[in-house]
């Protein structure tokens, strides 16, 4: 009889399978110790919405001092209260605040039906967790970036009236140049009144003596051309200067900025204060017209153009170049400003853009010009610059989009950072 060798024999492969598969380490784990130690609200319900189990840290967060398993949950006013407006829906997660023991506490709770493949629905689980440090944290979160966007107002205002104050300093370098500009025409106009009040006068006196009238005439509209030249002169580079100094308080989107246009203006502004024998050579590209803050733009060639001419010297030097070139190149337009005079060492190329850092002498200048210039080309245009050197001249590069990117459109808020965040 094999029977007991067989049953020997499938005990044996039956303990080696159980030894196998590690099935000796499972060790069953009561109910108290996962759901009661849990610190999420746990509480089930059957399909006829009696309480069949709830766990220690539910009856904590609605202060229940007494059993309530069988009980319907309707009766149980502190948690129906609660869940009452969404026991109904299929699957609900909603926030609501219950005054526990801690006091009041805010907490995420879900209703969800359990079921099966077989029966729709067995019973509800409803689980309640604490969230009040997470609301906290929020909270907290939302004081710091309405602290930070105030912050952002105040210290974009101060930039702006950083950039305002340079460019006044600017007007102030340039003024007696730009004064200058504006005497010669008004003596030659003051002039031309003297000999228009003394022309007038001999009109009076020749009574109707044709050819002298004549010549008369032929001498008031000379004089008249004259001084039409001279206002227009002057009044050219006073609305270069207005246009230039107006306060960046009053930042205008320009959808039809003319890069070229504006090289001359800043030219016209600077052409008193320069040396007559500096030769200034223009290689303008056909340019489309980009969008820009037309004011910040002026500020930069203004700046760029001032500090080439006296990189070239001066009034030390009668052989100084300015070479002023423009291009597209993809989404960009390329503006190139070179001079001769001395060389920039590679090292120092970036540090020029530093704030305060200048090659200037004592009292001659701020060191912001081309902080500023950086400033306003990369961080609120999006464009770029560099600091290169060509044929032995020092070359500044500029990179301006044709179409700034929405982002930068900005009314001074941190909107689009929020919304980043």
């Avoid at 509480?43 to 609605?62: C, G, H, P, Q, Y």
Wanted: with cysteine.
């Amino acid at each position: 009889d094999f029977t007991p060798i067989a049953l020997a024999l499938s005990g044996l492969f039956f303990f080696i399978g159980i030894y196998w598969h590690r099935f000796l380490d499972i060790i069953p784990i009561a109910r108290n110790i996962i759901v009661e130690e849990m610190d999420q609200g746990i509480i089930i319900l059957d399909k006829s919405d009696l309480v069949i189990d709830i766990n220690i840290a539910a009856l904590k967060l609605f202060r229940i001092q007494k059993s309530v398993l069988g009980q319907p949950i309707q009766n149980i006013e502190k948690i129906w209260e609660v869940i009452k407006h969404s026991y109904n829906q299929k699957s609900s997660t909603f926030e609501a605040l219950i005054k526990s023991e801690k006091g009041e506490m805010n907490c995420s709770i879900t209703v969800k039906p359990i079921s099966t493949e077989i029966q729709d629905q067995l019973g509800v689980l409803i689980t309640i967790n604490d969230i009040t440090m997470l609301v906290n944290l929020y909270d907290e979160k939302m004081k710091l970036l309405s602290q930070m966007e105030e912050t952002y107002v105040k210290l974009n205002s101060t930039q702006l009236q950083l950039i305002h104050k340079e460019k006044l300093a600017s007007i102030g370098q340039i003024a007696a140049g730009m004064a200058h500009e504006i005497k010669n025409p008004l003596s030659f106009i003051q002039s031309n009144h003297r000999f228009l009040e003394r022309y007038i006068n001999d009109v009076y006196k020749v009574g109707n003596k044709t050819e002298e009238l004549d010549e008369i005439k032929a001498e008031i509209d000379d004089i008249l051309f004259d001084s039409k030249d001279g206002l227009k002169r002057i009044l050219g580079v006073v609305n270069s200067l207005l246009d230039f100094s107006r306060n960046e308080n009053e930042r205008n989107l320009e959808r039809n900025f003319d890069v070229n246009i504006s090289l001359d203006e800043a030219l016209k502004i600077l052409k008193g204060n320069m040396n007559p024998s500096t030769k200034i050579k223009k290689e303008y590209g056909h340019l489309p017209e980009i969008v820009c803050y037309g004011s910040e733009i002026n500020q930069v060639f203004l700046n760029l153009l001032n500090n080439a001419y006296h990189a070239t010297g001066g009034d030390k030097n009668d052989q100084g170049l300015i070479i002023i070139r423009t291009s597209e190149a993809d989404e960009y337009v390329v503006i190139e400003i070179l001079n001769t005079g001395e060389r920039i060492s590679p090292e120092f190329r970036q540090k020029i853009f530093e704030p305060f850092y200048t090659t200037k002498a004592s009292g001659k200048g701020t060191g912001l010009g081309l902080s500023i210039v950086s400033d306003i080309v990369i961080k609120r245009h999006n464009g770029k610059i560099e600091v290169l050197e060509e044929n032995n001249m020092t070359m500044f590069r500029v990179y301006l989009k044709k179409e700034m990117d929405k982002s930068l459109i900005s009314t001074g808020s941190l909107e689009f950072v929020l919304q980043e965040t």
